[in-house]
Structures are given as structure tokens and as C-alpha cells.
């Protein structure tokens, strides 16, 4: 069965750091694995999609990269900014089809 | 384009009532997937759909808990004789074959 782990739970960085979320993933057979971010009483956005054939990808001042060896994902955010505070969740699509695993997810702060 | 909708937005509902929840995908996506988020907890697979088809029906709670779905199009998720525990938010997300998910906004239900 796969699991998937964020940490930190939460993180608080003042406007302008670059950070590091990590996402870990216990089955490496997996199809992609896919990053969003959720405010506060909203649906999903979608930010990056990596193929498990791919080792990274980049979206402004997103990149995600994936080592499915180790079964990792981070998401890299650079000059964050506070309209990045959000929670941020992965998930690793399964290779028998359809069912995603998403960790339960870290809640980004940016100060100001 | 239009994104994924759902309907309705907010559902209160007696416990033993039955409910009906409906999602309409992007027009063109072949996978379309239900998931559930607890107050304060990560999200659920329920079930997803290739066409009208639903390989895997495991996420499913209960057999209180069924999904269909017509025209390779709009699904609708229901709950019979619906219980407390049931409250939650129900999200549902489209894709391409097995590629990037976009999400709806959410039904929250409530049963009191």
C-alpha cells in the first residue's frame, strides 16, 4: 500500500526566502507525481506534474524534482512571496491505474 | 475553458437521508476521480472512472456509498442513508487519460 509523508507539517519563512518542501513515497512504482497548493476553503490548483520518466520540472518560480530510487519529491519555491502562504500537497499517481495517494500536506507561511 | 464543476456547492442533509452529489469534468477528459477531505485530514480516494467505467471501487467506505457515471461525461456520487461521519468536503477531478488532475471546487456536506 502506498504512503505518502510531507514534512514539514508547517513552515513559517519570511517574504523573500527560497524553501524546500519534501515528499516522500514508500512504493517507487509509481505513474507521476503531482504537487498542488489549497487555500483556505477552496478546491486544488494544480502546480507541477512530473512523468515518472522525468526527473524534474519548472513553473516560474516552481520546480519540483523526483528521484524514484529514493522515492523523493521537493518542491523548490524561490523569492517566496505571501501570496504563496497555502497548504501544499503531493501525490503519486499508481501505476495500476487511477488511484492517487496524497500526504496530508504542508502549510506554508510567508511573512511579510 | 471551463474547468471541473460541481454541484451543489453546500449540502446539509437529516442523518438517513439520502444524498446526490454531481460533477462535471472538463470537456475531453477521460479519467474523472472522487476523493473526500475530513475537517483537518488529508484526502480520500474514493473511486475513479476510465470512460463509464470504474476499474476500482476499493476507496469506497461503504456499500451506503455508490458513483456512476454517463456519456464518458457528468458522474454522481450517493450516499444512502447518510451518517455524521459522512460530512465532509467530496472533490472531484478530471484528467486526460491518467495525466494532470484539476479539480472542482468541492461539495461540502453537512449532516446533522
Known amino acids: 500500500k502506498q504512503e505518502v509523508t510531507q514534512i514539514p507539517a508547517a513552515l513559517s519563512v519570511p517574504e523573500g526566502e527560497n524553501l524546500v518542501l519534501n515528499c516522500s513515497f514508500t512504493?517507487?512504482?509509481?505513474?507521476?507525481l503531482q504537487w498542488f497548493r489549497q487555500d483556505p476553503g477552496k478546491g486544488l490548483t494544480s502546480l507541477l506534474l512530473i512523468q515518472s520518466s522525468q526527473r524534474e520540472q519548472t513553473s516560474g518560480r516552481l520546480n519540483a524534482s523526483l528521484d524514484k530510487s529514493s522515492g523523493r519529491s521537493t518542491l523548490y519555491i524561490a523569492a517566496s512571496q505571501p501570496g504563496d502562504s497555502a497548504t501544499y500537497l503531493c501525490?503519486?499517481?499508481?501505476?495500476?491505474?487511477?488511484?492517487?495517494?496524497f500526504g496530508d500536506g504542508t502549510t506554508l507561511t510567508v511573512k511579510p | 475553458g471551463a474547468g471541473v464543476s460541481q454541484s451543489p456547492s453546500n449540502k446539509v442533509t437529516e442523518k438517513g437521508k439520502d444524498v446526490e452529489l454531481r460533477c462535471d469534468p472538463i470537456s475531453g477528459h477521460t479519467a474523472l476521480y472522487w476523493y473526500r477531505q475530513s475537517l483537518g485530514q488529508g484526502l480520500e480516494f474514493l473511486i475513479y472512472?476510465?470512460?463509464?467505467?470504474?476499474?476500482?471501487k476499493s476507496g469506497l467506505p461503504s456499500d451506503r456509498f455508490s458513483a456512476e457515471r454517463t456519456g464518458g461525461s457528468v458522474s454522481t456520487l450517493t450516499i444512502q442513508r447518510t451518517q455524521q461521519e459522512d460530512s465532509a468536503v467530496y472533490l472531484c477531478?478530471?484528467?486526460?487519460?491518467?495525466?494532470?488532475?484539476?479539480f472542482g471546487p468541492g461539495t461540502r456536506l453537512t449532516v446533522t
Open positions: 472512472f476510465q470512460g463509464n467505467s470504474a476499474p476500482d
Open positions: 501525490a503519486a499517481g499508481n501505476t495500476n491505474a487511477g488511484k492517487s495517494t
Open positions: 477531478a478530471s484528467s486526460l487519460s491518467w495525466g494532470e488532475q484539476y
Open positions: 512504493d517507487s512504482a509509481i505513474y507521476n
